[in-house]
């Protein structure tokens, strides 16, 4: 069973940083892609950034130049730096794991950007 243990939200002030780290178990990490979701009230879920096995990125348009996927498999764990954070990054951030067809999500952690 794949289990995804996020980690790093919390309240900042616009401008600031912080680093979403997850922590998966239960998936061969090494070949799963990894992907952060984010939902705001009221929004649909969205794809924020996405990590593949072989360490390629791709990232949603508003938070390019801003946020960086990274994945370290000697610890399982996929991060995202979000750096210049905005009010409209407001959100409940969940990690996703991708593992041939297989869907598996986080519980979800809160980012709150004040402005």
């Known amino acids: 069973q794949v289990r995804l243990v996020e980690s790093g939200g919390g309240l900042v002030e616009a401008g600031g940083s912080l680093r979403l780290s997850c922590a998966a178990s239960?998936?061969?990490?090494?070949?799963?892609?990894m992907n952060w979701y984010r939902q705001a009230p009221g929004k649909q879920r969205e794809l924020v950034a996405t990590?593949?096995?072989?360490?390629?990125?791709n990232y949603a348009d508003d938070v390019k130049g801003r946020f960086t996927i990274s994945r370290d498999g000697g610890k399982n764990t996929v991060y995202l730096q979000m750096d210049s954070l905005k009010p409209e990054d407001t959100a409940v951030y969940y990690c996703?794991?991708?593992?041939?067809?297989?869907?598996?999500w986080g519980q979800g952690t809160q980012v709150t950007v004040s402005s």
């Open positions: 239960g998936t061969d990490f090494r070949i799963s892609v």
């Open positions: 996703h794991c991708r593992l041939l067809g297989t869907d598996s």
């Open positions: 990590c593949t096995s072989g360490g390629s990125t």
